[in-house]
T-cell receptor, first 114, second 112 residues
Framework: EPEVTQTPSHQVTQMGQEVILRCVPISNHLYFYWYRQILGQKVEFLVSFYNNEISEKSEIFDDQFSVERPDGSNFTLKIRSTKLEDSAMYFCASRRSGRIHEQFFGPGTRLTVL | GQQLNQSPQSMFIQEGEDVSMNCTSSSIFNTWLWYKQDPGEGPVLLIA?????ELTSNGRLTAQFGITRKDSFLNISASIPSDVGIYFCAGAVGGSQGNLIFGKGTKLSVKP
């Protein structure tokens, strides 16, 4: 069964460094999302992406964040200058057209900012 | 902003027992979804509900979309050890592009 994949599974970085989290959505899906989950807390929406542009973003998704679909398969989340409070699990999700909210999540990247 | 109140926060049950958890909000949602998350994994979609009053089953799982559109419940019948995990409700409002709002989760522990 097709699934969303994410790399790396764990990223450790120093505060102020840039990180890029990578996702490969399910191949026939057209809508892509990033969510984050701070340890022990609920999953929070960051951004949605369709047709090569951001369609919706949350207050968390400030100027330090950006997303890109650099080729036909990858979807990336970049954090320009990481802060301690960016430490969290970051989940990529994707969906096909139609069932707008049936999103399939990847296994996540655990980001640790030191 | 919109918030989902999920209860209970945690449950400790015996294998074979039935489980019920629910999610409420002061806001109306057009879609309710239930996800399960195992440790170190991403949420896995269990059931999606699209109409007020809708009752949907997926194996031993049954979920309902409340008539007021402000709540949903999930039942698990005859629990087994692999049901252990955190169950999240998520809601979406009309007009959004898929922005899911998640509850804080119900942690389920099953004693064999």
């Amino acid at each position: 069964e097709p699934e969303v994949t994410q790399t790396p599974s764990h990223q450790v970085t120093q505060m102020g460094q840039e990180v890029i989290l990578r996702c490969v959505p399910i191949s026939n899906h057209l809508y892509f999302y990033w969510y984050r989950q701070i340890l022990g807390q609920k999953v929070e929406f960051l951004v949605s992406f369709y047709n090569n542009e951001i369609s919706e973003k949350s207050e968390i998704f400030d100027d330090q964040f950006s997303v890109e679909r650099p080729d036909g398969s990858n979807f990336t989340l970049k954090i320009r200058s990481t802060k301690l409070e960016d430490s969290a699990m970051y989940f990529c999700a994707s969906r096909r057209s139609g069932r707008i909210h049936e999103q399939f999540f990847g296994p996540g990247t655990r980001l640790t900012v030191l | 902003g919109q918030q989902l109140n999920q209860s209970p926060q945690s449950m400790f049950i015996q294998e074979g027992e039935d489980v019920s958890m629910n999610c409420t909000s002061s806001s109306i949602f057009n879609t309710w979804l239930w996800y399960k998350q195992d440790p170190g994994e991403g949420p896995v979609l269990l059931i999606a509900l699209y109409k007020a009053g809708e009752l949907t089953s997926n194996g031993r799982l049954t979920a309902q979309f409340g008539i007021t559109r402000k709540d949903s419940f999930l039942n698990i019948s005859a629990s087994i050890p692999s049901d252990v995990g955190i169950y999240f409700c998520a809601g979406a409002v009309g007009g959004s592009q898929g922005n899911l709002i998640f509850g804080k989760g119900t942690k389920l522990s099953v004693k064999p």
